[in-house]
């Protein structure tokens, strides 16, 4: 007898719990609601929060406001959401930095994996191998050849130490063995005109930073680092025709505090997934050169695991640490 009136204590007690869940979900958000973007106005990831956050604030009736928090690497912004009350009022703008960063920094005060619940992702955004014109390499085997047999001797730019272009040539140089030395530049620009002026000779870039270059001939495209090739560049073959398994590119995402409830992140998750299914939304990702992720937040979640795995493999490879 006791035990049955313990089990309808707790079943009480399960009942009152699941309606006060749901009453939280159905009253948010009460307030606006601030997505944290971890780099500058104007960026790729502050672009994607502000087309999300617009849907949202459609979608959910209070404002969704875009707050830039720079610096540490993305880490100081990371860092205030981990921190902030789990109510889904506070979220965060991810991006395949927070998957780097866990493995680049030695000491974090948080673990992105544990502490960042998935939402859903938003964009992928590919990658591309150029040479400069002074390359005589216009395939990847000849490149890898041409390496093999200059070791040290190529460099090979990026946009910053630590940064996804950087970590995808890594990746490049573990798989196939070759040796380039690493030049890295404070951003995408400075580093392609170095390439154009035969300073540095190969580099990973994102298509939206290098396709004009690559349209008007000034750089060879030997590759692009999706598994599958992109309609903007369908002459050029995946690095992984020639590199089995290889794939590296940029990505973003929505994350929110540890412990936000469930039934919140699910709402979340549906009007990101339908405000990505907007036809002008597509085409705005086009734009910046990429193509829409979507899926579950439990989608999101093994994709952001999978990745931060992968690119700690790559860090220790590579002896990467944080500029």
Same mark, same amino acid.
Do not use: C
């Given at each position: 007898?006791?035990?049955?009136?313990?089990?309808?204590?707790?079943?009480?007690?399960?009942?009152?719990?699941?309606?006060?869940?749901?009453?939280?979900?159905?009253?948010?958000?009460?307030?606006?609601?601030?997505?944290?973007?971890?780099?500058?106005?104007?960026?790729?990831?502050?672009?994607?929060?502000?087309?999300?956050?617009?849907?949202?604030?459609?979608?959910?009736?209070?404002?969704?406001?875009?707050?830039?928090?720079?610096?540490?690497?993305?880490?100081?912004?990371?860092?205030?959401?981990?921190?902030?009350?789990?109510?889904?009022?506070?979220?965060?703008?991810?991006?395949?930095?927070?998957?780097?960063?866990?493995?680049?920094?030695?000491?974090?005060?948080?673990?992105?994996?544990?502490?960042?619940?998935?939402?859903?992702?938003?964009?992928?955004?590919?990658?591309?191998?150029?040479?400069?014109?002074?390359?005589?390499?216009?395939?990847?085997?000849?490149?890898?050849?041409?390496?093999?047999?200059?070791?040290?001797?190529?460099?090979?730019?990026?946009?910053?130490?630590?940064?996804?272009?950087?970590?995808?040539?890594?990746?490049?140089?573990?798989?196939?063995?070759?040796?380039?030395?690493?030049?890295?530049?404070?951003?995408?620009?400075?580093?392609?005109?170095?390439?154009?002026?035969?300073?540095?000779?190969?580099?990973?870039?994102?298509?939206?930073?290098?396709?004009?270059?690559?349209?008007?001939?000034?750089?060879?495209?030997?590759?692009?680092?999706?598994?599958?090739?992109?309609?903007?560049?369908?002459?050029?073959?995946?690095?992984?025709?020639?590199?089995?398994?290889?794939?590296?590119?940029?990505?973003?995402?929505?994350?929110?505090?540890?412990?936000?409830?469930?039934?919140?992140?699910?709402?979340?998750?549906?009007?990101?997934?339908?405000?990505?299914?907007?036809?002008?939304?597509?085409?705005?990702?086009?734009?910046?050169?990429?193509?829409?992720?979507?899926?579950?937040?439990?989608?999101?979640? $093994?994709?952001?695991?999978?990745?931060?795995?992968?690119?700690?493999?790559?860090?220790?490879?590579?002896?990467? $640490?944080?500029?």
């Amino acid at each position: 007898m006791r035990s049955h009136r313990t089990f309808l204590a707790s079943f009480a007690i399960a009942v009152v719990f699941a309606n006060a869940t749901d009453t939280t979900a159905q009253g948010y958000p009460s307030r606006p609601v601030r997505i944290v973007v971890t780099s500058a106005a104007g960026s790729a990831p502050d672009i994607i929060a502000r087309l999300i956050g617009q849907r949202l604030s459609e979608g959910l009736g209070k404002p969704f406001v875009t707050e830039n928090r720079s610096g540490g690497g993305g880490n100081i912004g990371t860092e205030a959401v981990v921190n902030a009350q789990p109510d889904g009022h506070t979220l965060l703008m991810v991006a395949t930095s927070n998957a780097i960063n866990a493995a680049l920094y030695d000491k974090l005060n948080f673990n992105f994996v544990r502490d960042i619940a998935p939402v859903a992702g938003t964009m992928h955004s590919p990658n591309v191998m150029v040479v400069g014109p002074s390359v005589s390499a216009k395939t990847v085997p000849e490149l890898i050849a041409l390496a093999k047999a200059n070791p040290g001797r190529l460099n090979m730019a990026s946009s910053g130490n630590g940064t996804s272009p950087h970590l995808a040539g890594e990746l490049f140089k573990m798989m196939t063995g070759v040796d380039m030395a690493h030049v890295p530049y404070r951003g995408a620009g400075p580093a392609l005109t170095d390439l154009l002026g035969g300073q540095v000779q190969v580099m990973i870039a994102s298509t939206a930073a290098s396709m004009s270059y690559i349209t008007s001939g000034k750089l060879r495209a030997l590759a692009v680092t999706t598994s599958t090739r992109l309609e903007v560049l369908p002459d050029t073959p995946t690095l992984a025709e020639f590199v089995p398994g290889y794939e590296a590119s940029g990505w973003f995402g929505v994350g929110a505090p540890r412990n936000t409830p469930g039934e919140i992140i699910d709402r979340l998750n549906n009007e990101i997934n339908a405000g990505l299914a907007d036809p002008k939304i597509k085409a705005r990702f086009a734009d910046l050169g990429g193509t829409v992720l979507g899926g579950s937040a439990a989608d999101f979640g $093994k994709f952001v695991a999978d990745e931060t795995e992968k690119w700690s493999k790559v860090v220790t490879f590579a002896g990467a $640490k944080a500029s």
